[in-house]
């Protein structure tokens, strides 16, 4: 997972923010972007369903609305700049590094309007199809500095488009590296917003979860088998990653899109752990931590608690099935026991009887008889990357087969 890059990441931005190739805000044409991105993603069924309570019934079905769901402002911000970004390089060359954000029909908008995306070959971006001159748009989660480096070297000019609260876990990384923590990533190592992250801090260890970070706390407390650990944490660590030296101060960071519960759960632990080894006189030359949770995602997961505990037959959670935050929404619907459907369009609910969807951790596949006879109770959210008109897709179609 590491990458060669600037020593001091953070004079490297400094310098980045100072570039007249380089760009945090948009170029002046809010209002016409804002007009297509309401006629494009905003939804009047939507609207309606907010005004009555976040509940609508027709017939046989009453929909139940998550309070908060759908695009947060960081991915709002993110469309609207790409959009503003074709708009003032009408005839340049426009690539986005990755996604813009993790759903599919915005993404295909954007290349019919004639941005590329930079493609994957052999688990490796490749960058020697952008020339020099080029506009780059980073996208949503960031990229990594040794990308930006390379952008900026070869004279593109540079949409940066990540998230503010992505950039905020940047900052308590580079935190850690300046006192000489080694920071802990609550995240998935392969993750775009990850890799960026981890490309700033010094020595780093990504975990994926409660299990592994309980794993390492052992490791701190009472050592191990050092061939292990690295095998188990293969590609989720820095470059000569050594836990018998690296763990002895730590930093608590996370991808802003993991389970609020789970970071906090994660960030206690680590907390104790250090706690327990070297005593509290000693706690915070050991062990650092920042809040780093993201507010929206905090907000879509906090209104998903509050949604199960309704009497529901059946959820549908629509976002990109690549998307993170999407996917531990699911969990929550899952662990309360509701038939969950995760799909990322209308397009997945291909008829009254069978649906398509990805459940959790496996593979696309087909349900049949999901949609139950008789009055139906349905709960449904979105992800952060969602767009209000995605949703209304699903609700109508749900409507349709059940006042047929």
Same mark, same amino acid.
């Given at each position: 997972?590491?990458?060669?890059?600037?020593?001091?990441?953070?004079?490297?931005?400094?310098? %980045?923010?100072? #570039? *007249?190739n380089y760009h945090r805000k948009g170029f002046g044409h809010e209002a016409e972007v804002a007009g297509a991105m309401q006629t494009e993603y905003q939804s009047s069924l939507i609207q309606l369903i907010r005004e009555q309570g976040y509940q609508l019934t027709r017939g046989e079905v009453t929909l139940h609305l998550a309070e908060s769901f759908g695009f947060c402002w960081g991915v709002e911000r993110a469309v609207a700049m790409a959009y503003e970004t074709r708009q003032h390089f009408p005839t340049e060359t426009i690539w986005i590094t990755n996604e813009i954000i993790h759903n599919p029909g915005v993404n295909d908008r954007l290349r019919e309007m004639g941005v590329k995306f930079?493609?994957?070959?052999?688990?490796?971006? *490749?960058?020697?199809?952008?020339?020099?001159?080029?506009?780059?748009? %980073?996208?949503?989660?960031?990229? #990594?500095?040794?990308?930006?480096?390379? =952008?900026?070297?070869?004279?593109?000019?540079?949409?940066?488009?990540?998230?503010?609260?992505? @950039?905020?876990?940047?900052? /308590?990384?580079?935190?850690?590296?300046?006192?000489? !923590?080694?920071?802990?990533?609550?995240?998935?190592?392969?993750?775009?917003?990850?890799?960026?992250? @981890? #490309?700033?801090?010094?020595? !780093?260890?990504?975990?994926?979860?409660?299990?592994?970070?309980? !794993?390492?706390?052992?490791?701190?407390?009472?050592?191990?088998?050092?061939?292990?650990?690295?095998?188990?944490?293969?590609?989720?660590?820095?470059?000569?990653?050594?836990? *018998?030296?690296?763990?002895?101060?730590?930093?608590?960071?996370?991808?802003?899109?993991?389970?609020?519960?789970?970071?906090?759960? =994660?960030?206690?632990?680590?907390?104790?752990?250090? %706690?327990?080894?070297?005593?509290?006189?000693?706690?915070?030359?050991?062990?650092?931590?920042?809040?780093?949770?993201?507010?929206?995602?905090?907000?879509?997961?906090?209104?998903?608690?509050?949604?199960?505990?309704?009497?529901?037959?059946?959820?549908?959670?629509?976002?990109?099935?690549? #998307? /993170?935050?999407?996917?531990?929404?699911?969990?929550?619907?899952?662990?309360?026991?509701?038939?969950?459907?995760?799909? *990322?369009?209308?397009?997945?609910?291909?008829?009254?009887?069978?649906?398509?969807?990805?459940?959790?951790?496996?593979?696309?596949?087909?349900?049949?008889?999901?949609?139950?006879?008789?009055?139906?109770?349905?709960?449904?959210?979105?992800?952060?990357?969602?767009?209000?008109?995605?949703?209304?897709?699903?609700?109508?179609?749900?409507?349709?087969?059940?006042?047929?």
């Open positions: 997972m590491s990458t060669t890059q600037t020593t001091d990441t953070k004079a490297f931005k400094r310098a %980045l923010n100072h #570039s *007249d930079i493609e994957v070959i052999e688990g490796a971006k *490749d960058f020697s199809v952008v020339g020099q001159g080029d506009v780059v748009i %980073l996208p949503a989660f960031g990229a #990594s500095v040794s990308e930006m480096q390379l =952008l900026n070297d070869r004279g593109c000019t540079i949409v940066d488009t990540t998230c503010p609260w992505v @950039s905020k876990v940047w900052n /308590s990384v580079e935190k850690h590296k300046k006192h000489d !923590y080694t920071s802990i990533i609550h995240g998935k190592y392969k993750h775009e917003e990850t890799v960026a992250t @981890s #490309s700033f801090a010094g020595k !780093y260890l990504v975990v994926l979860n409660l299990e592994q970070a309980q !794993y390492v706390a052992d490791y701190i407390l009472h050592g191990g088998d050092r061939s292990e650990f690295l095998a188990k944490f293969a590609h989720a660590h820095s470059a000569d990653f050594n836990p *018998d030296i690296d763990l002895v101060r730590v930093g608590v960071a996370n991808q802003t899109t993991m389970l609020k519960s789970e970071t906090e759960a =994660l960030g206690k632990l680590f907390e104790h752990t250090m %706690l327990q080894k070297y005593g509290p006189i000693e706690l915070n030359q050991h062990f650092m931590s920042f809040n780093t949770i993201c507010d929206a995602t905090q907000e879509r997961q906090d209104a998903m608690f509050g949604l199960v505990d309704k009497t529901l037959d059946l959820m549908i959670v629509i976002g990109g099935f690549n #998307s /993170s935050n999407t996917t531990h929404l699911q969990e929550i619907a899952i662990e309360r026991g509701i038939p969950s459907y995760h799909i *990322d369009s209308s397009d997945r609910i291909l008829s009254a009887d069978c649906i398509e969807h990805k459940p959790l951790g496996a593979a696309i596949t087909q349900t049949e008889h999901w949609l139950p006879a008789g009055k139906l109770n349905v709960g449904i959210t979105s992800g952060a990357s969602t767009p209000d008109k995605a949703v209304e897709a699903v609700m109508e179609k749900i409507l349709a087969f059940k006042t047929q």
